[in-house]
């Protein structure tokens, strides 16, 4: 299956950073020299949007707005030195809108200058709430600090001493699709050849990751069994984002499909693929597994993390998860992943007190993660001293454009923050939440969270959510109600 066209459009984001400074800064994304990247990519019909309950659950709307030509002037315009925004002003056009009774009964929102961090408005922005998936933005960077956007997630061959047996090894990268597991089988039946063999067994490798491979919630759509081997997320379909029927057996499934396209490359596979592990390297030797015979690797991390925010995607936000414990000398498990995001967090100096990563995608109510800690996040990657955590910006869902927003902010007061809003949804039953970035009305990039519990209604939550990130572009203002 030839690479997904969204990944192509999102991992071009990665070099483009955003450059903060005192002076004249531009606030960066997903662009192409000013165009709307986005447009192009609704123009070629992009992929389904992902993540735990992301489906487009709005009532029938109005007729949709026009779409802007793709030669329209860029939506992000460069940021000037500009006049401080004032607390009291952004206080006055805040408090009234998270009175709205579509925010439920618990609610919490932190406002921060993405320049200096300084506060600008908090409401609860230490209290921790289920984030639903804008946790996703804390394993992003936790990944990124603890292993740096140019590492890439490996899938191996490795022999037996006689070269009678060939061990398939998961290195934990769902995004491995089958035109890279068919280039693998191809360099495989070379190398074998080589060596003057002809017919193996066939073993794979998952002991990479450790404890319950099913998440918590059971058996769903919005995720495989976690496992550190499998073949494009698991899915039994040919889609590459949102929810999606999944095998019970993502490593055995992908060892299969590995033997049908050896057996083609010219290496007869003898009978049916079985679980074991790959040989160990000789005593003395580097490592602790021997040489492989063939290797495919992921795109570099930068690209994994867009991906993960702008499509939501559940799979690959557990993967980060898992790469970020194995960096921390963590077991690759739920818990493991958990404890060493959490430290990595902390070694940033970011506030995680009170905070829960029971997983790494947000599918799990027990999560916890306070506004200020988002907040807190989106600053970093802001930060011109971390380009590493770039990604975590670029990667962000635009507003009405792309991502699990390409469908909202197109109607009412909310339209105002098209094209100016970059953030990551949430949305869980009861639980509706939005994080970001945005251009204020005064020129300054901010970094926003707002998290509601509670809510009754999707319907009224994500659209009260997106009114209040759509004031912070105008904060000294009204927004206009647009037809």
Not at 5 to 19: E, S
Not at 62 to 83: D, I, M, T, W
Not at 275 to 288: D, L, Q, S, V, Y
Not at 292 to 313: I, K, M, N
């Amino acid at each position: 299956m030839p690479e997904p066209r969204t990944w192509q459009v999102t991992a071009g984001a990665a070099v483009l950073g955003l450059a903060l400074a005192a002076g004249a800064v531009t606030a960066a994304g997903p662009w192409d020299t000013g165009q709307r990247k986005a447009e192009r990519a609704r123009a070629a019909a992009t992929a389904p949007t992902g993540g735990a309950h992301h489906a487009d659950t709005r009532p029938p709307a109005g007729p949709p707005r026009p779409v802007p030509a793709p030669s329209a002037a860029g939506v992000l315009r460069a940021l000037g030195a500009a006049e401080t925004t004032r607390p009291g002003d952004l206080a006055a056009t805040l408090v009234p809108l998270l009175a709205d009774p579509g925010l439920g009964t618990l609610r919490t929102a932190s406002v921060v200058d993405a320049t200096t961090g300084e506060q600008l408005y908090g409401e609860g922005a230490t209290t921790p709430m289920t984030p639903a998936s804008t946790i996703k933005i804390a394993t992003s960077v936790a990944a990124l600090s603890a292993l740096g956007p140019d590492h890439r997630i490996p899938t191996t061959v490795v022999a037996s001493p006689d070269g009678r047996t060939v061990t398939l090894v998961g290195g934990g990268d769902p995004t491995l699709d089958r035109t890279r597991l068919k280039a693998l089988a191809t360099d495989t039946a070379r190398a074998l050849k080589a060596r003057g063999v002809t017919s193996v067994r066939l073993a794979y490798d998952t002991s990479l990751y450790q404890g319950p491979a099913h998440h918590p919630i059971g058996v769903d759509e919005n995720i495989a069994p976690v496992s550190a081997l499998m073949l494009n997320a698991g899915r039994l379909d040919d889609s590459v984002s949102g929810i999606a029927a999944r095998t019970t057996d993502p490593a055995g499934d992908t060892a299969a499909a590995f033997a049908e396209l050896l057996t083609k490359a010219g290496t007869t596979v003898q009978g049916a693929p079985a679980p074991g592990r790959a040989p160990k390297a000789p005593k003395g030797a580097e490592g602790t597994e021997a040489a492989p015979l063939a290797r495919t690797d992921s795109a570099p991390l930068s690209a994994l993390v867009e991906r993960t925010l702008t499509h939501s995607d559940n799979d690959l936000a557990e993967a980060l998860a898992r790469q970020t414990a194995l960096a921390r000398k963590q077991p690759a498990s739920f818990i493991g992943a958990g404890k060493a995001v959490q430290a990595e967090l902390a070694a940033l100096g970011l506030p995680t007190a009170g905070t829960r990563f029971a997983d790494g995608s947000g599918l799990s109510r027990d999560n916890r993660v306070s506004a200020a800690l988002l907040t807190g996040l989106l600053t970093r990657a802001a930060d011109p001293t971390r380009p590493a955590l770039r990604p975590v910006l670029t990667g962000l869902p635009v507003g009405g454009f792309s991502g699990t927003l390409e469908g909202r902010f197109d109607t009412g007061p909310a339209a105002t923050g098209a094209g100016l809003v970059r953030a990551k949804t949430g949305t869980l039953r009861g639980v509706d939440t939005l994080a970001g970035t945005v251009v204020t009305g005064d020129g300054r990039l901010i970094a926003f969270a707002f998290l509601a519990g509670r809510t009754s209604s999707a319907y009224q939550a994500r659209p009260a959510l997106d009114r209040l990130s759509a004031a912070l572009a105008a904060p000294s203002r009204p927004v206009p109600n647009l037809p």
